[in-house]
């Protein structure tokens, strides 16, 4: 009873250890390009160096962070080719999902998804940024929740991991909500009506678009 209660213990430390330091990464308190020295982590944190590993190895393996022998842990940088060819792939992979769900949404998470497209709806009406990124990241997390294929889901959830760092800094600023919140309602119906190829294209069109304005943002900012 006592091993299993220690080993909880330790799968929690290291779950906190994970969610504390992924937020501080999306929220920037560390920046792109940052050193994560493992020693200020443990005291920041209050942990041993065990759950920091396993966490700064989780981060690693979903690309927040990046591994050097000289160095240690990094915070990832923005790279313009890094987020173009996540993003092609974002658009390929989030077309297939609707046109999956077009064909069956009869998930009960689904129900989640019209919620989240009412929410961006009266967030973007009263122009509520926060409230309207919120909604916004409940709907992915609803169709993703929402979806029958592991490999797609695999995939979309690995790559949603660095994206959010620069979906964040951006969405208040760089993005059209207005058009993003008609365009999540369009895919959201088209799926509903059954149109498997309408809602895979109008995803896929959805992705470019935002590719093309964060592409266009880390050109512009020199990133």
Request: glycine share 2%.
């Amino acid at each position: 009873m006592n091993s299993n209660n220690t080993e909880n213990k330790k799968i929690l430390r290291a779950s906190l250890a994970y969610e504390m330091l992924k937020t501080a990464i999306e929220k920037r308190q560390f920046q792109p390009g940052q050193q994560l020295v493992e020693v200020e982590l443990c005291e920041w944190l209050d942990m041993s160096r065990t759950p920091i590993r396993e966490a700064l190895s989780r981060l690693r393996a979903e690309g927040l962070v990046e591994y050097y022998p000289a160095r240690g842990y990094v915070v990832s940088t923005f790279s313009y080719e890094k987020f173009k060819q996540i993003y092609e792939a974002i658009e390929a992979l989030e077309g297939m999902l609707a046109y999956l769900l077009a064909i069956d949404h009869s998930n009960p998470e689904f129900d989640g998804v019209r919620e989240a497209v009412i929410a961006m709806e009266r967030a973007a009406i009263e122009k509520n940024w926060d409230a309207w990124l919120v909604a916004d990241t409940k709907y992915h997390t609803q169709m993703y929740n929402c979806c029958s294929n592991e490999y797609i889901l695999r995939e979309l959830e690995i790559l949603s991991k660095p994206s959010q760092q620069v979906r964040i800094m951006i969405t208040r600023t760089y993005i059209d909500k207005e058009q993003s919140t008609k365009e999540h309602r369009a895919v959201y119906d088209a799926i509903v009506e059954g149109d498997r190829e309408k809602a895979r294209t109008l995803a896929q069109k959805h992705y470019n678009r935002v590719r093309r304005d964060v592409l266009e943002f880390l050109r512009t900012y020199n990133i």
